[in-house]
Each structure stands twice: as structure tokens, then as C-alpha cells.
């Protein structure tokens, strides 16, 4: 084992979370097996499990790096996302990229996906049946992807990640877990919040330092 996994290890332990590098090791835990990326982008891009098929322009599947130790996970495309086929395209996603090179990480770290695949009409919130319908995609792309760390952004991507309905301001700062696998799950603000809220920016960029660190 190397230096930098073992104090990895060690950091991650004295924070409760020291499972990742079994999980690592260990076969996917989905009752179906992973496809690959190819195949899983293929399926999605002709899903039509809710009626959200009917009014996308184009299914947004993920954008980043196939090898990323970090997913960062947001809540559903928006109009440019739509538009463009790629997730947080739009002004959103410009303050987040910003946000990443800001502590110091770049696109080669991370992958990015949503929790849901189409836009939602009027980017109204996700409803139920098409988190449930979608759920299965956003696992399999987690499945292959075996990130060291998840980052839930915003309100609608932790709740649906963890299953609670805590508020974003007390999930911030603790380290949970994300299904079977226990992958380390962190929780931040979303971006579009911080562009309509620009004061918690600086608490963003807490957040942000702390998952550069863990990564390191
Ligand atoms: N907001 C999201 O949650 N996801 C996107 O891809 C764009 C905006």
C-alpha cells in the first residue's frame, strides 16, 4: 500500500469514514451488473420511463473524467443543459467551475451527473416517480465510476441521495454515506442557490477546501 493511501486511510478513519478502500476492491453491490459507459449513455439517451421524454431536447447524461475520485451530483438539467446535452453548461455551472479551480482541483478529478437525466418543464423540482424511474441510471454511472467521494449540491440532490428531508444548512459539515457501497457522501450548497444567495459563497468554499483536502 502506498504512503498516500495509508495516510488516506488514516485521515479517513479519524473522520468515521474508513471504507471506501474496501469498497474499492469489492464487485459492484447493484443487483444488475454495470454496463459500460458506452452502453449505459446509449439507454439513457432513449429512455422513456416518465413523461419527462416528451418535452426534453436531449437526455444529459454526465461530463468529467471516467476515472474521477470525485462525483459531484446535482439535481436535474436546466435550459442550457438541455440545449447543450452536458450537465452545468449554464450560469450555474460557470460559478462552479470556478468553484473547482478555486481549491485547487480541475476537471480531471471529477465527474458530474444529476439525479435526474431530462429537464424537468419550467426547472420545477423533480417529482418522485422520475427520481424513482431515473434512480437506476444515477447507480450504474456511480457503479462504474467507484468515486472516493460523492458531493451532493444542493437541497433535492442530498435528499434524494440520503433519503431524509433535513435541512441543507444541518447536512453541511458531516461526512454520511451513499448506498450499499458507503461511499463517503458530502453535502454542499448548489451553485444556482449561491448565484441567488452570494453571501453563503464563503461557506460554499469551506465546504469546497475540506473535500480538496480529503481528496489529497
Ligand atoms: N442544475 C443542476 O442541478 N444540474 C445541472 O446540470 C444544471 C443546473
Known amino acids: ?3 498516500s493511501v495509508v495516510q488516506q486511510r488514516h485521515y479517513l478513519k479519524a473522520m468515521g469514514i474508513d471504507l471506501w478502500l474496501e469498497r474499492r476492491e469489492a464487485q459492484p453491490s447493484t443487483g444488475s451488473s454495470p454496463k459500460d459507459w ?13 413523461e419527462l421524454h416528451l418535452c426534453r431536447k436531449q437526455t ?7 476515472q474521477a475520485r470525485l462525483m459531484l451530483i446535482g439535481e436535474a438539467p436546466g435550459a442550457e443543459e438541455d440545449r447543450q446535452g452536458l450537465p452545468f453548461v449554464g450560469r450555474a455551472g460557470q ?3 470556478k468553484i473547482i479551480m478555486g481549491v485547487g482541483l480541475s476537471m480531471e478529478d471529477i465527474y458530474i451527473a444529476n439525479i435526474l437525466k431530462c429537464r424537468p418543464p419550467n426547472n420545477r423540482d423533480p417529482n418522485a416517480a422520475e427520481v424513482a424511474q431515473c434512480k437506476d441510471y444515477l447507480q450504474q454511472q456511480v457503479d462504474l465510476l467507484q468515486p472516493q467521494l460523492i458531493l451532493a449540491l444542493g437541497r433535492i440532490a442530498a435528499h434524494n441521495l440520503l433519503n431524509v ?4 444548512s444541518r ?8 448506498g450499499q457501497t458507503k461511499i463517503p457522501l458530502w453535502v454542499s450548497y448548489h451553485p444556482a442557490y449561491l448565484l441567488r444567495n452570494p453571501a453563503d459563497k464563503a461557506r460554499a468554499y469551506e465546504d469546497w477546501l475540506k473535500i480538496a483536502q480529503l481528496l489529497k
Open 1 to 3: 500500500m502506498s504512503e
Open 95 to 97: 460559478l462552479l467551475d
Open 171 to 178: 447536512l453541511r459539515g458531516s461526512a454520511y454515506v451513499f
Open 165 to 168: 428531508t433535513t435541512s441543507l
Open 38 to 50: 458506452q452502453n449505459l449513455e446509449q439507454t439513457v439517451s432513449a429512455c422513456q420511463r416518465c
Open 60 to 66: 444529459v447524461f454526465g461530463r468529467g473524467t471516467q
